[in-house]
């Protein structure tokens, strides 16, 4: 079955991304994706929209959709400090679930290979005082490689708390110039990515509840009794309009959960992420050449 989806993984990506092995691509790639794209001090606020909310290939037990707002501080130096809010449609009152305070390096490693060191502090401000959070802190070493338009990426990521959780993210991705003009352009980055993990009774930090086929609750399962191993493989279409300081991603995915619990859905899912972006350039700091 994994041969299968594999097969199906590639095949997929390649029919996204055919048309583009016999167009001349365009050579502006996104800033956040040129390992050669020279940081400058900026502001940006970002407001996203999923629906459902999906990680790692599972949800909540429930149809639901998420807003994420987000404000970035970058550095000349390429350290991003950042924090994100979670609002989910099930919470009653119009407050943040979740809320991540963060800080990244972003920088070269040689001419085409980029990383991403990060640090991430969560915080649940809806949780009723009883409530217990498993994972409070998340750490990411993420690389990734640019060659001739091509983007193999790893990632993984450290989450800890009273308990603990170990991911691996393996990524293809493509970039595809659509459209150029001298004030805007339009591209594309289709994907496949797989995702391992060592649980997965946990989506960002929160216990998933389970339920059985007729919606009733099951008993609660250890979340740390599963091993390291396939949980989600994804193919995304992500196509970006980009403004001098604007940028809209629509990011369309189907997701194909693996070792899932009972109650858990078994067949690929379709779900998407769109995210509008202002960025502003701040001056350069006092003393800095210009």
């Not at 059985?212 to 191993?229: E, H, I, M, W, Y």
């Amino acid at each position: 079955m994994y041969f299968r989806f594999c097969l199906l993984l590639v095949g997929g990506w390649l029919v996204l991304a055919g048309p583009s092995l016999l167009a001349q691509p365009i050579e502006t790639a996104s800033a956040a994706d040129s390992v050669s794209e020279k940081p400058v001090r900026s502001l940006s606020f970002s407001y996203s929209y999923m629906n459902p909310v999906s990680y790692r290939g599972r949800t909540f037990g429930v149809h639901q959709f998420g807003m994420m707002p987000q404000l970035t501080y970058q550095t000349a130096t390429n350290w991003h400090f950042y924090g994100v809010g979670y609002i989910w449609n099930n919470f009653q009152e119009s407050n943040f679930g979740k809320i991540d305070l963060g800080v990244e390096k972003e920088g070269t490693l040689g001419k085409h290979l980029a990383y991403t060191l990060g640090y991430e502090r969560w915080f649940f401000p809806a949780a009723e005082p009883d409530e217990q959070q498993p994972l409070t802190n998340f750490t990411e070493i993420y690389l990734t490689y640019d060659w001739h338009d091509w983007s193999p990426a790893i990632g993984t990521y450290y989450m800890f708390g009273s308990e603990k959780l170990l991911q691996t993210d393996l990524q293809l991705s493509r970039y595809v110039g659509l459209i150029e003009r001298d004030n805007w352009s339009l591209f594309a980055e289709p994907l496949v990515k797989a995702v391992f993990a060592n649980q997965n009774t946990l989506v960002n930090g929160i216990y998933q509840p389970q339920f059985d086929r007729r919606g009733r609750p099951l008993q609660a399962v250890a979340s740390n009794t599963k091993p390291f191993g396939l949980v989600d493989a994804e193919i995304n279409l992500p196509i970006t309009l980009q403004l001098p300081r604007w940028s809209l991603l629509v990011d369309p995915r189907i997701a194909q959960p693996y070792n899932t619990l009972p109650g858990e859905r078994t067949k690929p899912f379709f779900y998407a992420v769109a995210t509008i972006t202002y960025s502003l350039q701040l001056p350069a700091s006092h003393g800095q050449a210009r």
